[in-house]
């Protein structure tokens, strides 16, 4: 088998100042690529060429900026670096434009729509920017969706992304730093924070995660997110992920670092704290005490995704005389007819759900409602009415389903946590339960997210930062102090 | 160090649910909902009502024999071949044949087991304890639920006989247990069950029956709440009083070498209806209040001459009472319960009409 | 915050009452064999004056040490006194960690699952335990304080519950039996408030003042204590004396609408404090430990003492007279006299000596003597 050719964009070439080479080059690099442009002038006495990308650039622009200006110049310096100086400074019209000495950067820059100007003679190109590269217009969220806010997303660009955030943050503090990971994708990665509220030290750390990536392709802001965390695997992450910019506008003015990826309507941001699974943009937005009263609901349903399933089969199996009178004999009932025992039923009732849910996700929609009535009918009706099932269990899978998705962050640790604690409530009754309890609020206990206890700020206690934890206080107190994440009780400076 | 980990977790969990560790289920397990007990030739006869979906009226029992309850008790388990359940039991019958043996030792085992709960009412059967499990609902509900709900305060006039409530008093000198006592009533060819006043114990020992005027005395000494209607004849005319509140205060002191209790009564009542045609006058509230009170006044003194003074009987916590307000001088009696007759004891009751009934007063 | 102050006061605060109420609640009051318990409330009261003076040798020697752990303030005397004091107060930690989880054991092998292997919950326990002694101090205090919050919470619940079935006829003189039963029941809430030992390991990394966080215990413990004592004593009055776990049946009698039976809750609050506690105590163990043992076995180091206290949990268990003899307030008060009294002062003594000679030396030098 022949050998697979090398890829030229992982190898900083420096670029020649023969065009017709520096050409073969590219249309080697670029195995003769169809959609690789090549406009040949020559004018002023001068040979150009001018390099594009089908449909990444906008030719009518390219021409309007940049060939047009060249071509009606007239004379032009003899010198070919002076030439190419004069055409940068007096002859583009392009707002944007770069100098690049190396092949790579080339590669780079074609793939980002610029459009590379090579002159026969000069030892570096100009790129100028005329992006048209297909790609969404900004719509609402799909998943974080609020009542009372912006109907603003992150789309795929980084340069639109960079823009909503700089819309909505005005002040010069916000820094924008971008860096490039991946060795074939090249993308671009943008680190912002607002250099009067996050640490210098976590920035740094961020940014050296970031240059530490080795991956070929990097796609999503999700093959990041492992690097920005901490070493030991944990089911609650302390980056936070969210496509909404008000909000990462919000976590910034508290401190955090923000991540924005080339290709990603997700951005990152970190540190990110476990009582911020329970915050939205809404609570911020509506009256306090309803704001307070979703908050609380939210933490009721998270506890209800994780510990009703496997409360139920601990206290049905091991400690029913916990179950007041009146539900302890509607499961008594449930029971008699069933022949499975309550760990198994719930097992297999939660794993049909889940299979179900997955299935709900890939289907398209016109064939979604269908899997719906198959739900509700096969697994809601028949099988209560087969006697495989218990009718309480059903109710549980019901509740647990619909509190796992009022905070859809926390869903898949709920969904692994649920599975566990039914396993061993089913084993080890209500202490297994109360033990797994207290194993996860240790586990998250244990972790910290660039320094800031991820319990933070209920243990350790930080009575300042309480104000909008459980409950969220008015704007006017709130508006007198704003909480940065490195100040709160606990915090390991050294870290 | 990692994959050690693994594999022990792995492990752990193929061990887990293979079920070789788990319990026995609810379903196989015999749900007590009620217990009765009686005398029997070899010791007692224990009768269990057991939750039974499939049977007739929902529920089964059970009887067998031993020489203990305890034993008794073990025999069902062994005869149904299920592990009794007791946690949701509703209710203990013991009939007066088989408290003749001992209180305690009828109680010894419902005590010590931690799976019955120790609210659990207890109560005492004129005749046999397993009729009550005989007996007919007019809404459908079981025999133990129907007696359970017969021994709620408020329910029905008599008290609840809490089982760590009956503990308690026979740990101590100071005071004896009572418990209230049930019957069965034929009605039209079904049974029924009716409360049939309270049985007081003398230490162990069953010792007296309350009439039904006495247990008004017990319950208003012993603070037991109730709002039922308490007749009174004033001016030769029957009348209905509502009694809300009862408060009780008490007054302990020694004079001379003798324990006194000083009981003072704060009721608040009112006329709840006229039996006649004749009303209440304003102005005659007065006289009505103060006939009320003498009349409570004296059916407390009657009360408590014949079964504290004259059978030795403190079911009214006048012991627990000399025993916190009097604690050294208690203590130094040889013995409470010699010491009854010559406790003198008054009461006064203060009544207060707070509500008249409509219709029940003319200006 | 320095690295080396990972815990906060406040975290010491209510990781101490919530070991000591998980303590009042396990305790059951006829094991002294004295008078149903009339005169624990009243020594409940004076528990804050007794913690008091028991924490003096701790304090003194803190200040001595110039704030080192009792491990390592001992190692200033020299190697041989330090081996001695770490292996004392790892046998210390450790038994107090498998006795926790083994009086929890017989609780519910006892009560609530006596179908139930005495080797069961002692396993299951000790797993989550090992697993939070790894992650260390730090996690363990945090996970506390949560844990303590929701525990003592559930406690108040339970207590408020109770209110209502109080018969105060129940409560009568706590001198009914004169000086001696309140002598014995003072002897007994200290026999039960040994957990003031782990300040001589935890107080050097406490952030803030350790003194208030163990003033603050003092009272709440004092609090909690009588709370426990007299709501069960008002709500069983003589039933307690034959009731093995007292306040798990007060917990049995309370109801709430339809809840008629809250001795879940108290078996939740009990859970939590045994496995913070137990947790804490191994990772103590271990840092005493680590004055023999190098950091690298740290992880099977814990997982050798888990099981081991795993064992030795499960045999108090199986065994009625060894469990009795956990309960014992004699074998308590002596262990806790000599871990929180004796050695203690012993040691602060002998620094206080040696600085002393130390400094006359260093006297006797500059005066070019």
Redesign the interface.
């Known amino acids: 088998m022949a050998d697979l050719p090398r890829d030229p964009a992982c190898t900083p070439t420096p670029l020649q100042p023969d065009l017709d080479r520096t050409l073969a080059d590219l249309r080697a690099a670029y195995g003769d690529s169809a959609d690789l442009t090549v406009r040949r002038l020559h004018t002023g006495g001068h040979d150009f060429a001018c390099v594009t990308l089908d449909n990444m650039a906008d030719k009518e622009l390219l021409d309007r900026l940049l060939l047009a200006p060249l071509q009606n110049a007239g004379r032009l310096p003899r010198d070919p670096v002076a030439c190419m100086a004069h055409v940068e400074r007096t002859l583009s019209r392009a707002p944007e434009q770069k100098r690049l000495h190396r092949l790579d950067q080339v590669f780079c820059q074609l793939g980002d729509g610029f459009g590379v100007l090579l002159l026969n003679g000069c030892s570096h190109a100009l790129a100028v920017g005329v992006q048209a590269f297909p790609a969404r217009g900004v719509e609402p969220p799909q998943n974080d969706v609020m009542e009372r806010a912006a109907h603003e997303a992150f789309t795929e660009v980084l340069g639109r992304n960079v823009a909503l955030l700089r819309r909505r943050v005005k002040s010069p503090m916000l820094t924008v730093e971008t860096l490039t990971v991946g060795e074939r994708s090249a993308t671009k990665v943008a680190v912002c924070y607002l250099r009067d509220s996050a640490r210098p030290e976590t920035v740094d750390r961020i940014k050296r995660r970031l240059q530490a990536v080795r991956m070929d392709m990097v796609l999503e802001s999700g093959y990041l997110q492992p690097f920005l965390e901490n070493n030991a695997p944990s089911l609650f992450s302390t980056v936070g992920v969210s496509e909404r910019p008000d909000t990462v506008c919000a976590k910034l003015s508290e401190g955090r670092v923000a991540v924005l990826t080339d290709g990603s309507p997700f951005c990152l941001f970190t540190p990110f704290l476990f009582v911020e699974h329970f915050q939205s943009m809404d609570d911020y937005t509506l009256q306090p005490a309803y704001a307070t009263l979703i908050r609380l609901l939210k933490m009721l349903a998270f506890f209800l995704a994780v510990l009703l399933p496997g409360l139920y089969v601990a206290i049905g199996e091991h400690n029913p005389e916990v179950f007041p009178g009146a539900i302890f004999f509607k499961v008594i009932d449930a029971e008699m007819t069933t022949p499975f025992s309550l760990l198994w039923e719930a097992l297999i009732i939660h794993t049909i759900y889940e299979i179900m849910r997955e299935a709900g996700l890939r289907l398209p929609k016109s064939v979604g409602h269908a899997v719906s009535i198959v739900g509700a009918l096969v697994i809601g009706e028949a099988a209560v009415d087969a006697g495989l099932i218990g009718a309480p269990m059903i109710i549980v899978v019901a509740v647990t389903a619909l509190a796992s998705y009022v905070i859809p962050s926390l869903y898949y640790p709920a969904a692994i946590l649920r599975f566990g604690l039914i396993v061993v409530g089913g084993v080890a009754g209500l202490f297994g339960v109360l033990l797994g309890f207290a194993g996860v609020v240790t586990a998250i206990a244990a972790q910290q997210a660039y320094g800031v206890p991820l319990l933070a700020p209920l243990s350790p206690f930080d009575p300042a930062a309480m104000r909008d934890t459980f409950w969220r206080v008015g704007w006017r107190r709130l508006a007198r102090r704003t909480v940065r994440v490195q100040n709160l009780q606990g915090t390991d400076e050294d870290a | 160090?990692r994959n050690w980990m693994q594999a022990a977790v792995s492990l752990l969990?193929a061990a887990?649910?293979c079920?070789c560790?788990?319990?026995?289920?609810?379903?196989e397990k015999l749900?007590v909902e009620g217990i009765a007990v009686d005398a029997a030739e070899a010791g007692y006869k224990a009768t269990v009502q057991a939750?039974s979906?499939?049977a007739e009226g929902g529920s089964r029992l059970f009887q067998a024999t031993g020489g203990t309850v305890f034993e008794a008790l073990r025999n069902i388990d062994v005869q149904v071949g299920k592990q009794a359940?007791y946690?949701?039991a509703r209710v203990i019958l013991l009939s007066e044949a088989c408290l003749r043996a001992g209180l305690w030792a009828a109680l010894d085992f419902f005590?010590?087991s931690?799976?019955l709960?120790?609210?659990v009412p207890v109560a005492a059967t004129v005749g046999p304890a397993a009729d009550l499990f005989a007996i007919e609902s007019e809404a459908g509900d079981q025999p133990a639920a129907v007696v359970a709900n017969l021994l709620q305060v408020n329910r029905s006039g008599t008290v609840c006989g809490?089982l760590?409530?009956v503990?308690?008093?026979?740990?101590?000198d100071a005071a004896d247990p009572a418990l209230p006592l049930l019957g069965t009533v034929q009605k039209q060819g079904k049974r029924y069950a009716r409360p049939a006043g309270i049985l007081c114990f003398k230490g162990q020992t069953p010792c007296t029956r309350l009439s039904r005027g006495e247990e008004w005395a017990f319950r208003w000494l012993c603070g037991y709440a109730d709002d039922r209607a308490y007749p009174l004849t004033f001016r030769g005319t029957p009348y209905t009083v509502t009694l809300h509140r009862v408060d009780r205060t008490w007054r302990a002191a020694w004079e001379g070498d003798r324990p006194a209790v000083h009981i003072a009564l704060a009721v608040a009542c009112d006329i709840a209806e006229a039996a006649s045609a004749h009303k209440v006058a304003a102005a005659e509230l007065a006289a009505f209040a103060r006939a009320l009170e003498a009349d409570m006044a004296r059916r407390v003194t009657r009360t408590l001459a014949r079964v504290f003074a004259e059978r030795r009987c403190d079911v009214f916590?006048l012991g627990?009472?000399l025993?916190?307000r009097q604690?050294?001088r208690f203590?130094g009696l040889a013995d409470w319960r010699q010491e009854m007759p010559r406790c003198r004891v008054t009461c006064a009751v203060t009544a207060n009409v707070a509500r008249v009934g409509q219709g029940a007063v003319t200006e | 915050m320095n690295s080396q102050k990972t815990v906060g006061a406040g975290q010491l605060l209510l990781f101490l009452t919530f070991a000591r109420v998980t303590v009042s609640l396990t305790h059951h009051f006829n094991t002294a064999r004295h008078v149903i318990g009339q005169a624990d409330w009243l020594a409940a009261l004076l528990l804050p004056a007794v913690l008091a003076v028991l924490v003096l040798p701790t304090a003194w020697l803190l200040r001595v040490g110039e704030g080192r752990t009792v491990c390592r303030a001992a190692r200033l005397l020299g190697k041989g006194w330090g081996a001695i004091y770490a292996g004392a107060y790892a046998l210390l930690f450790f038994v107090m960690a498998f006795a926790a989880v083994g009086r929890f054991s017989f609780f519910v092998t006892s009560t609530m699952q006596p179908d139930q292997s005495p080797w069961f919950f002692p396993a299951l326990l000790l797993l989550p335990v090992c697993y939070a002694a790894l992650k260390g101090l730090q996690a363990i205090m945090r996970a506390g304080a949560v844990l303590a919050v929701m525990g003592l919470v559930l406690v108040v619940f339970v207590l408020a519950t109770l209110v209502p079935r109080m018969d105060l006829l129940n409560v009568y003189s706590p001198l009914y039996n004169g000086w001696g039963g309140l002598a014995r029941s003072v002897a007994m809430v200290t026999a039960n408030s040994g957990v003031g030992a782990v300040l001589l390991m935890v107080a050097p990394r406490v952030r803030g003042r350790w003194q208030r966080a163990y003033a603050g215990y003092a009272l709440a413990a004092g609090v909690a204590v009588f709370g426990v004592a007299f709501t069960t004593l008002a709500v069983l009055g003589g039933f307690s004396r034959i009731q093995l776990f007292p306040f798990f049946t007060a917990a049995g009698v309370a109801n709430v609408g339809e809840l008629n039976n809250l001795s879940a809750l108290y078996a939740a609050a009990w859970i939590w404090g045994v496995f913070v506690q137990a947790a804490l105590y191994l990772e103590l163990c271990w840092q005493c430990l680590s004055a023999f043992i190098p950091d690298r076995f740290r992880t099977a180091a814990l997982v050798v003492l888990a099981a081991l206290a795993a064992v030795c949990a499960g045999l108090i268990t199986g065994s009625l007279p060894a469990a009795r003899q956990s309960f014992q307030p004699v074998g308590l008060l002596v262990m806790h006299g000599v871990y929180m009294v004796v050695l203690p002062l012993v040691l602060a003594a002998g620094l206080q000596f040696k600085k002393r000679k130390e400094a006359a030396y260093a006297q006797l030098d500059a005066s070019g003597g």
Request: hydrophobic residues 40%; charged residues 20%; positive net charge.
């Open positions: 160090m969990l887990a649910l079920g560790g788990a319990p026995v289920p609810l379903k749900i939750y979906p499939a359940y946690s949701d005590i010590r931690s799976a709960p120790a609210g809490a760590y409530r503990g308690a008093c026979l740990q101590t916590d627990r009472v025993r916190q604690p050294a203590k």
